[in-house]
């Protein structure tokens, strides 16, 4: 495997840390701020399969690996409710191993969630504590990851939950607006499901932030998004507003764009545990975006 070393501000203490799924949002993210005379490798499933233990373990030992943060996942929210087996193995076993692995070797495990184990019937944001309910394959085999890794309890490590992902890298609702905006002259898009967009890259720095602070007996659970709320109506109103795209963008109800997958019509976070136990200030959505599309050169 080689061996990759990135450079920016961040920094943490000595460490050879696991980066898995590392080509997708957050995992290229952390690429560009990962530095320092810490040694990282950057894995996707082509260099390292997560969903076989013995691999898994080897890889670990091979390279002293004292941190790991699971970046990979099944995403495909809607594909995940014919293809469960897919969905179940990197979501659900494949953070059974990796916890099994951290607490056998004492390494310290960030595990990135979602706001999917949420039903989003709530009317206030969701809290660490809050009662789970899924809606469907992908938010249920998250939570399965997350109840696997709490039973086995690795010290020193976290479940990060987060709603919303975009970024400059990999597909998603910005870069899906966007194109759209450029290729049409209006779209429809949901107003009814209300959240907080999250800028992978501020994920990405709170994670490497966090990193040395972390010293806790079991796992402890936290919620990560950007500040304030929003819908996706609103959202791709604030894309076209940005980028002066010439796209007018209607507002429609969920029941008018039928998915296979359910999605929570609430799903804000709230992020009073993270900000307090490891004093982190959060970015204004708006802000974010206003980073994200200048970083991608559409900001207008």
């Not at 002259?185 to 209300?194: H, K, M, N, R, T």
């Not at 490891?278 to 207008?300: P, T």
Request: aromatic share 10%; charged share 25%.
């Amino acid at each position: 495997m080689k061996r990759m070393t990135y450079f920016s501000t961040v920094k943490i203490t000595m460490l050879n840390v696991l980066v898995t799924g590392s080509n997708g949002q957050l995992g290229s993210e952390i690429k560009e701020l990962a530095c320092g005379n810490e040694t990282f490798f950057f894995t996707d499933r082509a260099t390292l399969d997560i969903t076989n233990p013995k691999t898994i373990k080897e890889f670990i030992e091979k390279n002293s690996i004292d941190t790991i943060i699971n970046c990979a996942a099944y995403t495909a929210v809607d594909k995940a409710e014919s293809d469960i087996e897919s969905a179940d193995k990197i979501n659900h076993l494949a953070v059974k191993y990796l916890a099994q692995i951290s607490k056998e070797k004492n390494i310290k495990l960030i595990h990135i969630s979602t706001d999917y184990v949420f039903d989003g019937k709530s009317h206030m944001p969701y809290t660490e504590e809050n009662s789970t309910n899924p809606n469907g394959v992908y938010g249920q085999t998250k939570l399965d990851g997350e109840k696997a890794m709490l039973g086995i309890n690795p010290q020193n490590s976290l479940i990060i939950r987060t709603s919303w992902v975009y970024s400059s890298y990999g597909a998603n609702f910005v870069k899906t607006m966007l194109r759209l905006g450029k290729e049409k002259e209006s779209l429809g898009v949901i107003y009814d499901q209300v959240g907080t967009p999250t800028y992978a890259r501020d994920l990405a720095q709170a994670i490497l932030e966090i990193i040395p602070k972390v010293e806790n007996q079991k796992v402890e659970i936290y919620n990560y998004s950007n500040e304030g709320v929003t819908s996706w109506y609103d959202f791709a109103k604030e894309i076209m507003r940005m980028t002066k795209l010439n796209c007018q963008i209607n507002p429609i109800e969920t029941t008018e764009y039928p998915t296979p997958a359910r999605r929570p019509h609430y799903s804000l976070l709230n992020k009073t545990k993270i900000k307090t136990e490891f004093n982190l200030a959060i970015s204004y959505w708006k802000d974010s975006l206003d980073d994200c599309l200048k970083k991608m050169g559409e900001r207008r």
